[in-house]
């Protein structure tokens, strides 16, 4: 159980407080409501990040490590305050600011990722400190949890699961949501990009810069998208990376994540298929019946893994997804497959969904501070992902919508793709029994007044289909400019040196590609991502 969150009572704000106060109050203020009465916020936009050297044995020797605290909920900055946790490179050139990374998910832990991939970034210590952070609700910063060894998801999505008695399907999914709420602690209620969008404004004032430079990737771009509908005068330099969808629903999202996702294990059995080793033979077209064959077996007789908890066929599906992302991670991948047809060793698989890391069940603080790194959930990932997903969602179908809807959402989402669709049903299903969600992202980013953000979009992208790029720059407006990205996988930054030099001259020169423009395709490629979207 997450404990609870700091409840200190705020400094109390000075009478006649100067006009640095003031102003630093006033760059909290989201510009829909700058004209409002705000809380005062001023303290946490006074803060000064204490770096020091990052802990841990996996930690390179350069990372430094600090937090900043932000108000639980905006609205009553005095109602709590929770930790948020920051990674930084320090600028070995002449330092602009810094410029801020999130990898996506959401749900990946940047310090995590920044530690790992950081050498894809160092580019831009020629200009910047290059910074990443763990959003609120995942990592370090009070991360969210459905329990030890929960199951819950996966339990809805096993073959024993009889989606046509949805009655008593809509009441696991309403447990399974009372469990997250129960292990999740005071957070859950404020999770979200809208939050995490703010927490992000009182980073770029605690790294002293008056404007954000940002990059981010998948579900990064919703957040840099959302930044710049609350604060358009607060932005610099922004890069958004395989760029997510703001309008479509979820249903929407997961019927064309599932078409992406099978297009990517069809690419990948092409692959495979012409190496003796390929765990499923030779035979391309028997090699996609015993795929789908193994997941099935898996759902109905779950294997152990090394953390007490069960892996099922949709757990690998879940895996296998994330390896996708990259064809970098194939020859991985059929090892890891492998390992698991010939001697049910799941340890690789499952490092494709932890991002590597060997997580604990979890011990939390109970004053809102950091968890250390060896602390975190197990199941952080897939909780985090999708609190925010809902917390992002005002879409709620009453019972007896979702009641007469299944068997047809079922049929779509099979159709999109037989391996992944239960998977992504799933996913828009456990929504249900959570709060609605804020109809600001699909209602209120549009037609953004700010400077000029870069927008890359990948032809191929498995998770974040081009068509999103175009669709998200015409809502945000004249202050998008979009470059097509002609490859594959998942975001262009690592996969194109192509991508990779526009966006390093936009982010450290303040050049900017003609909207429109293109990058051919490399021999080969990787991925920054350890998560896409949804």
């Known amino acids: 159980m997450l404990a609870k969150l700091s409840t200190r009572p705020a400094v109390r704000r000075c009478a006649g407080a100067s006009a640095l106060v003031l102003a630093l109050l006033g760059a909290g203020l989201p510009a829909a409501a700058a004209d409002r009465p705000q809380p005062d916020l001023s303290r946490f936009y006074r803060q000064k990040p204490a770096w020091a050297a990052c802990r841990g044995p996996d930690m390179p020797k350069d990372l430094q490590c600090a937090k900043v605290t932000v108000p639980l909920d905006y609205a009553r900055p005095h109602a709590g305050t929770l930790d948020v946790a920051l990674a930084r490179y320090r600028a070995t050139g002449t330092s602009r600011g810094s410029v801020l990374l999130n990898f996506g998910g959401p749900g990946v832990a940047g310090i995590h990722e920044l530690a790992t991939e950081g050498k894809q970034f160092m580019d831009l210590t020629n200009g910047y400190d290059v910074v990443s952070f763990d959003p609120r609700g995942v990592g370090r910063s009070s991360p969210v949890s459905c329990g030890e060894g929960s199951d819950v998801a996966a339990g809805v999505t096993e073959k024993d699961a009889d989606l046509g008695r949805p009655q008593a399907l809509l009441k696991q999914l309403r447990r399974a949501a009372d469990q997250c709420a129960r292990h999740s602690g005071p957070v859950l209620p404020h999770i979200g990009t809208l939050n995490a969008s703010r927490d992000l404004d009182v980073i770029r004032q605690a790294l002293g810069d008056d404007e954000l430079n940002y990059l981010g990737f998948s579900y990064g771009t919703r957040l840099g998208a959302v930044y710049a509908a609350q604060f358009p005068g607060k932005v610099g330099r922004i890069a958004l990376d395989g760029v997510d969808t703001l309008t479509e629903s979820p249903a929407e999202q997961g019927v064309a994540g599932a078409e992406g996702q099978q297009t990517a294990l069809d690419d990948f059995l092409d692959w495979c298929t012409t190496d003796l080793a390929c765990p499923f033979g030779q035979d391309r077209r028997a090699a996609g019946d015993e795929v789908l064959r193994l997941v099935r ?28 992302y990259s064809k970098e991670l194939w020859p991985s991948l059929e090892r890891a497959l492998g390992s698991l047809i010939e001697d049910g060793d799941t340890r690789r698989v499952l490092a494709f969904s932890t991002g590597g890391i060997g997580l604990s069940a979890g011990r939390h603080r109970s004053d809102g501070g950091l968890v250390d790194a060896q602390d975190v959930p197990a199941d952080n990932l897939p909780a985090a992902l999708m609190a925010i997903n809902c917390a992002d969602d ?34 828009l299903l456990m929504c249900y029994g959570r709060p609605r969600g804020t109809d600001f992202i699909r209602d209120h980013v549009r037609n ?27 809502r945000l407006g004249p202050s998008a400019v979009v470059l097509d990205n002609k490859s594959e996988g998942h975001t262009g930054y690592s996969s194109s040196k192509c991508v990779h030099r526009k966006v390093n001259d936009f982010l450290l020169y303040g050049s900017l590609p003609a909207s429109g423009s293109s990058c051919p395709a490399d021999a080969a490629g990787g991925s920054v991502t350890s998560a896409g979207t949804g």
């Open 297 to 324: 077996s898996l759902d109905e007789n779950p294997v152990p893994t090394d953390f007490g908890g069960r892996f099922s066929g949709q757990d690998l599906v879940g895996a296998i997804g994330q390896a996708l």
């Open 394 to 427: 005002p879409d709620r179908p009453t019972a007896a919508r979702l009641t007469k809807d299944l068997k047809d959402l079922q049929a779509a989402y099979d159709q999109a793709s037989p391996v992944f669709g239960r998977y992504r049903l799933t996913q």
């Open 448 to 474: 953004v007044h700010s400077a000029k953000m870069l927008l890359i979009g990948t032809r191929g992208d498995p998770a974040t289909p081009y068509r999103w790029t175009e669709e998200t720059a015409r």
